[in-house]
Structure formats: structure tokens, C-alpha cells
């Protein structure tokens, strides 16, 4: 049985792979880090992952990227074959408040996982969750493998240390050390002060007069943005792939916050032009204007390309949270 460890398990992109990997008939072991609420809404409230928890196929461990010595007892006494590592302070602009823990989870935190493998479990497969955040306001449009980094915010930087560790590993140690340059992706999973959640969550709340306003930062800003699930199969697949290699998983189309406004509010026959409050705690010190990535890479030697449109994506949010509303839950 294929035994896979999972930095990172109870975020959005951790829980659609362990069910994925679960349903594959893998053994998943989760980090989980110490709080003082056992709330762990992404894996508790999904039957099959409780089934799994259940009878012993998912297990979860106490660890945190800060805390070399866990990591490295962990990764020597589950050997995984495979390690996904998707945890960090991934925040953009918290990155901007909280500048040294970013770097020290997202970017010294991946040295520290990098070097358990090395030391603990070489065999081991290292999956990294890089991202387009690495180029900054690019030059060029799209941007690929080869498009120059030039990081704009410190969770950015600490990226492009994580991303550069990787690719030393992988040369300096033969590690199959391998990473997906991630383009946005969002879900109904995905955490709320990310601006999709945010709004699907508002027009629902809106819809449902609970609320009657949303404050947001700037409409104008464009993002490739995808669907989580789409994207963590081509993480599996860069993972599973012959060789250790980099790959950008993108959809190709930009659109603005704007464009995702008009669309989440028409889901509920609503005008975000009457409900947008726009707000400057919201902005950034430093905003990229537009991302958008060319996947071409993953399409050629993977077979990988995202399934899910826009259009869908944002109409599967807003139908997520009026569903949730409707049967009086929080939806996770
Ligand atoms: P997410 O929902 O924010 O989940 C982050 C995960 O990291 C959570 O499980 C969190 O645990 C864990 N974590 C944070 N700090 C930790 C620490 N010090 N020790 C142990 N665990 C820690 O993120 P996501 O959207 O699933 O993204 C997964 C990865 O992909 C991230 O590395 C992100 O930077 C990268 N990425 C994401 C996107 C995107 O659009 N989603 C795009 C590009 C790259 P708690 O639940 O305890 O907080
Ligand atoms: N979060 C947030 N909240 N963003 C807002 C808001 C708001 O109220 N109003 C406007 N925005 C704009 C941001 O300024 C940004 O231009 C865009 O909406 C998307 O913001 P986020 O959803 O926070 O995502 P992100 O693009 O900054 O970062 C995400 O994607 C990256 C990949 O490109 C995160 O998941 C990063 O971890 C990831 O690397």
C-alpha cells in the first residue's frame, strides 16, 4: 500500500487529496499542529475521511514546520513513499504583518522537511506547492517554468527559497524533490479571507438577508483563477511523473475580482454595484496586477488540464454557501 505523508492536511488543497489518495487506496498521515480548538472542519465533516480516520487509514500526527525535531522523528517513522507538502502562512497580505513567521514556516519550514527526507527517507518522493506568486508582476503574459522570479510580497520570497531548496536537493542529493508553480485556485473549501470565499460567502449571506454589504480592497486586479480539485490532480501527477521536474498548473484565463463580483452576485439575481463597500484595510503595500499561467508543460508531459470553467467555478461557490445557509450550517 502506498504510504503518503501530508504537510498541510487540513487546509483546502490537504483535504481534497487525501480524499483523493484515500479513494486511490493509499495510507494518508496528516501534520496537524497543536491549537487550543480541535477544529478541523476540512477533514471532520467529510464522511469518508471520518470513515478512514476510523479504521486506520488516515492517521494524524502532532508536528509543525517550526519544529525540526518533530518533522525529522515523523518522516523516519512513517517512511512515506510519497510527501506532499502543502502547509505554510500562505496569506498574502499577512505575509506583509507577519513577514519573519512567514518566512520562517513557508520558507525555513520547507528547509526543514527537505532535510528530513534527505536524512530520514531518501526515497522518498517531495511534492512542494510553489507558486505564481514567484513572478511578481511579470514581464511577460503567460508566464511559464522559464518566466523570470521576481517576488513583490514576503510570502513570495519565501517561496522562491522553498522553490530554489528543491531544485538543490533535487540536483545536490538525487532527492525526487519536485514542485507544481500553482496558479490560484479556489473551492468551497477554500479559507475565507481569500477574496472567492469572501464573496461567495457574502452574496449568500446577502441573498439570505443577513448581511448587506461586502468590504473589499481594489475590483481591478486579475488572477488564472481554477478549481482546487482540478489542481490537486496535477499535483499527483507532477508527483507521479518519470522524473523530479517544476510545472506550472494554470487554466490560462485572467479575470478581474471585478468579473468574479459581477458573476457570484448575478448567481442571486443581485448588483454587487449595490453592495461592494470598497475598503483600503483590504489593499496591499504592493499588488500584482494580473496573473496568468501557461500549463502547457503539464498538458505535454502529464495529460494534465483543468477541467472546471470560471463560469462554473463561481457559480459552485455561491450554490456551496446557500446550501450550507439553507440547512443552517457553516459551510467549510
Ligand atoms: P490553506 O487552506 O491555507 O492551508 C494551509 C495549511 O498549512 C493548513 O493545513 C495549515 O494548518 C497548515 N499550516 C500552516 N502553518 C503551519 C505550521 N507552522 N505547521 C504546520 N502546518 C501549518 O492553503 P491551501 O489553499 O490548501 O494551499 C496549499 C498550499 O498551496 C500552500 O502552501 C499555498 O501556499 C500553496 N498555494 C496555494 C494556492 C491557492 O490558490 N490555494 C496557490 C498557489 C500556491 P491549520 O489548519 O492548522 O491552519
Ligand atoms: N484576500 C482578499 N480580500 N483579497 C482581495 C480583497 C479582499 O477583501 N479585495 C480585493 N482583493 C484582491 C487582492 O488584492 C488580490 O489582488 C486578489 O483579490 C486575490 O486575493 P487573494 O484571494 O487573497 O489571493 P492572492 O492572489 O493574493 O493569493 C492566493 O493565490 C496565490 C497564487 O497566485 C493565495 O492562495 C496564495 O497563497 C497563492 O500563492
Same mark, same amino acid.
Given at each position: 500500500?502506498?504510504?503518503?505523508?501530508?504537510?498541510?492536511?487540513?487546509?483546502?488543497?490537504?483535504?481534497?487529496?487525501? =480524499?483523493?489518495?484515500?479513494?486511490?487506496?493509499?495510507?494518508?498521515?496528516?501534520?496537524?499542529?497543536?491549537?487550543?480548538?480541535?477544529?478541523?472542519?476540512?477533514?471532520?465533516?467529510?464522511?469518508?475521511?471520518?470513515?478512514?480516520?476510523?479504521?486506520?487509514?488516515?492517521?494524524?500526527?502532532?508536528?509543525?514546520?517550526?519544529?525540526?525535531?518533530?518533522?525529522?522523528?515523523?518522516?523516519?517513522?512513517?517512511?512515506?513513499? $510519497?510527501?506532499?507538502?502543502?502547509?505554510?502562512?500562505?496569506?498574502?497580505?499577512?505575509?506583509?504583518?507577519?513577514?519573519?513567521?512567514?518566512?520562517?514556516?513557508?520558507?525555513?519550514?520547507?528547509?526543514?522537511?527537505?532535510?528530513?527526507?534527505?536524512?530520514?527517507?531518501?526515497?522518498?518522493? $517531495?511534492?512542494?506547492?510553489?507558486?505564481?506568486?514567484?513572478?511578481?508582476?511579470?514581464?511577460?503574459?503567460?508566464?511559464?517554468?522559464?518566466?523570470?522570479?521576481?517576488?513583490?510580497?514576503?510570502?513570495?520570497?519565501?517561496?522562491?527559497?522553498?522553490?530554489?531548496?528543491?531544485?538543490?536537493?533535487?540536483?545536490?542529493?538525487?532527492? $525526487?524533490?519536485?514542485?507544481?508553480?500553482?496558479?490560484?485556485?479556489?473551492?468551497?473549501?477554500?479559507?475565507?479571507?481569500?477574496?472567492?470565499?469572501?464573496?461567495?460567502?457574502?452574496?449568500?449571506?446577502?441573498?439570505?438577508?443577513?448581511?448587506?454589504?461586502?468590504?473589499?480592497?481594489?475590483?481591478?486586479?486579475?488572477?488564472?483563477?481554477?478549481?482546487?480539485?482540478?489542481?490537486?490532480?496535477?499535483?499527483?501527477?507532477?508527483?507521479?511523473?518519470?522524473?523530479?521536474?517544476?510545472?506550472?498548473?494554470?487554466?490560462?484565463?485572467?479575470?478581474?475580482?471585478?468579473?468574479?463580483?459581477?458573476?457570484?452576485?448575478?448567481?442571486?439575481?443581485?448588483?454587487?454595484?449595490?453592495?461592494?463597500?470598497?475598503?483600503?484595510?483590504?489593499?496591499?503595500?504592493?499588488?500584482?496586477?494580473?496573473?496568468?499561467?501557461?500549463?502547457?508543460?503539464?498538458?505535454?508531459?502529464?495529460?494534465?488540464?483543468?477541467?472546471?470553467?470560471?463560469?462554473?467555478?463561481?457559480?459552485?461557490?455561491?450554490?456551496?454557501?446557500?446550501?450550507?445557509?439553507?440547512?443552517? =450550517?457553516?459551510?467549510?
Amino acid at each position: 500500500m502506498t504510504r503518503v505523508l501530508i504537510s498541510g492536511i487540513t487546509g483546502q488543497d490537504g483535504s481534497y487529496l487525501t =480524499e483523493d489518495l484515500l479513494s486511490g487506496g493509499a495510507e494518508v498521515h496528516g501534520i496537524v499542529r497543536q491549537s487550543s480548538l480541535l477544529q478541523r472542519t476540512r477533514l471532520d465533516h467529510i464522511p469518508a475521511l471520518a470513515a478512514a480516520r476510523t479504521d486506520g487509514r488516515l492517521k494524524l500526527h502532532y508536528a509543525d514546520l517550526s519544529d525540526s525535531s518533530s518533522l525529522q522523528w515523523l518522516v523516519r517513522q512513517v517512511q512515506p513513499d $510519497f510527501l506532499y507538502h502543502l502547509a505554510g502562512q500562505s496569506h498574502i497580505k499577512i505575509s506583509f504583518d507577519m513577514p519573519e513567521y512567514t518566512a520562517d514556516s513557508t520558507g525555513l519550514g520547507t528547509l526543514r522537511l527537505l532535510e528530513a527526507v534527505r536524512q530520514g527517507a531518501p526515497g522518498c518522493r $517531495f511534492f512542494l506547492a510553489a507558486t505564481s506568486e514567484i513572478f511578481g508582476q511579470a514581464e511577460e503574459s503567460p508566464q511559464n517554468e522559464k518566466t523570470p522570479m521576481a517576488p513583490v510580497n514576503p510570502y513570495a520570497a519565501a517561496k522562491v527559497y522553498a522553490l530554489n531548496l528543491v531544485r538543490i536537493y533535487r540536483r545536490a542529493h538525487g532527492l $525526487f524533490a519536485c514542485s507544481g508553480i500553482l496558479f490560484n485556485h479556489e473551492s468551497p473549501r477554500r479559507g475565507e479571507n481569500y477574496v472567492t470565499r469572501k464573496i461567495a460567502r457574502a452574496v449568500a449571506r446577502i441573498a439570505r438577508g443577513l448581511e448587506t454589504t461586502v468590504h473589499l480592497g481594489s475590483l481591478e486586479p486579475r488572477r488564472d483563477w481554477g478549481y482546487a480539485l482540478d489542481t490537486v490532480r496535477g499535483i499527483q501527477a507532477i508527483a507521479n511523473a518519470p522524473a523530479p521536474d517544476d510545472y506550472v498548473l494554470a487554466t490560462g484565463v485572467a479575470h478581474s475580482v471585478r468579473d468574479f463580483c459581477e458573476l457570484a452576485f448575478g448567481v442571486c439575481e443581485l448588483d454587487y454595484r449595490s453592495h461592494v463597500v470598497l475598503d483600503p484595510d483590504y489593499t496591499r503595500p504592493v499588488e500584482i496586477f494580473e496573473t496568468r499561467g501557461d500549463a502547457s508543460k503539464a498538458k505535454r508531459e502529464l495529460g494534465w488540464q483543468p477541467d472546471l470553467t470560471f463560469e462554473e467555478l463561481v457559480h459552485l461557490m455561491v450554490r456551496s454557501e446557500l446550501d450550507a445557509l439553507d440547512r443552517g =450550517e457553516e459551510n467549510r
